[in-house]
Structures are given as structure tokens and as C-alpha cells.
């Protein structure tokens, strides 16, 4: 089973910030948070990863909560291209468990 | 760089019959992985492969095999086709950087119908 919980859907108006939440309450010390996003039936494309510390890369930005046990992915500015399945991920690349994610539409 | 390729993308299958999904990366990975995709839901890790000679099982294992006897190269086999592995299935690759291994790239799926 994941070990994360998303809401199943979420709108946003383009050319808004989009704040996608996650929740990992049994998050163990060494278990990284992955956010990886599915554009219609093509492969899951990397967003963005992070341990402690917040994260901040060119597609998005990651805020991990003290205690770690939730985190938010925000898209500065989404666009119509967004629009995706987002899946937040807790764990290692030995053990990447995917749940549904939180399917994200952007629109105009 | 191809990236991460899969063959054949489309196949359809026959029950008990058998078949080898193939998967290839030119990024010299050290890190490899099988995933599926059932409708409506998020992928789960089949078997996975650390290196070359190397492999593991996942979530879901029961009814595939693979190898990894190159870095390129990580095959997935269905020994007796059944219609319960009707599913999209992703091989991934990552490289390793110091103890870790980081981002992960997907290939582009391979549609797979057992009748």
C-alpha cells in the first residue's frame, strides 16, 4: 500500500499558484519525498525530491512540513500544460510505492 | 541520448502464452525497474535491478521474470500469460549518485492485453 495520502482531484486557474498537499504521517527517518507528475498515459516525469529541508528546482518547489510528516508541491504559475496526475511518493527507489495521486486541471 | 526505450508498444497475448517486454537505457543507469499501470490507478514496482546481475523483487512479482546481464539492458518475461496482467507496464531507470539513487526516467509504456 502507498504510504501517502492525496486528495483525488484539484482545479486551478492558469496563471495561478497551484499547492498540491500530501500527507505521510509513517514517514521513517531515511525516506525521501518524491513528487513525479503522469501527462495523460505517458510515463511518470521527475518534478522534484527532498529529505528535511524545502526543495526548489525549475519546475516547482517543495515544503516539508518540521515534522515531516506532509508536504506540499507548489507550481508557481500553472499552466494549461500542467494538467496531469501528480503522485507524491515516500520511500527510496528500492521501494517507490505510486498511490492514485491527485489529478491536477489547469483552466483558462 | 534515446533515454529510456521499450519494445514493442503495443502487444496482444493469448492466455498462457509467453513473451518478453524489452526495456533499454543509454544513460549507463545503475538503477532499472519494472512497473504496471491498471486503469485509474498509480504504477507498482514489479522487480527492480541494481546492477548488472542484480535483481529483486518489487510489490507485485508473481508471474514475471528478469534479468540484467548488461548495464543496457533489462528484460521483463511473462512465463504463462493471464488476463489479470492486462496493464500498461514502465521500465525506469535511475543513476546512483554516492549511496543514493535519484530521479528516476520512464520510458514511454508498453499496452499489454491478455485475452
Known amino acids: 500500500d502507498a504510504k501517502t495520502t492525496q486528495p483525488p482531484s484539484m482545479d486551478c486557474a492558469e496563471g495561478r499558484a497551484a499547492n498540491l498537499p500530501c500527507n505521510h504521517s509513517t514517514i521513517s527517518g531515511n525516506e525521501y519525498v518524491y513528487w513525479y507528475r503522469q501527462i495523460h498515459s505517458q510515463g511518470p516525469q521527475y518534478i522534484i525530491h527532498g529529505l528535511k529541508n524545502n526543495e526548489t528546482n525549475e519546475m516547482a518547489s517543495l515544503i516539508i512540513t518540521e515534522d515531516r510528516k506532509s508536504s506540499t508541491l507548489i507550481l508557481p504559475h500553472a499552466t494549461l500544460r500542467d494538467t496531469a496526475v501528480y503522485y507524491c511518493i515516500v520511500g527510496n527507489n528500492n521501494d517507490m510505492r505510486f498511490g492514485a495521486g491527485t489529478r491536477l486541471t489547469v483552466k483558462p | 541520448n534515446a533515454g529510456v526505450t521499450q519494445t514493442p508498444k503495443f502487444q496482444v497475448l493469448k492466455t498462457g502464452q509467453s513473451m518478453t517486454l524489452q526495456c533499454a537505457q543509454d544513460?549507463?543507469?545503475?538503477?532499472m525497474s519494472w512497473y504496471r499501470q491498471d486503469p485509474g490507478m498509480g504504477l507498482r514496482l514489479i522487480h527492480y535491478s541494481v546492477g548488472a546481475g542484480i535483481t529483486d523483487q518489487g510489490e507485485v512479482p508473481n508471474g514475471y521474470n528478469v534479468s540484467r546481464s548488461t548495464t543496457e539492458d533489462f528484460p521483463l518475461r511473462l512465463l504463462s500469460a493471464a488476463p489479470s496482467q492486462t496493464s500498461v507496464y514502465f521500465c525506469a531507470s535511475s543513476p546512483r549518485l554516492g549511496s543514493s539513487y535519484n530521479e528516476q526516467f520512464f520510458g514511454p509504456g508498453t499496452r499489454l492485453t491478455v485475452l
Open positions: 544513460m549507463n543507469h545503475e538503477y
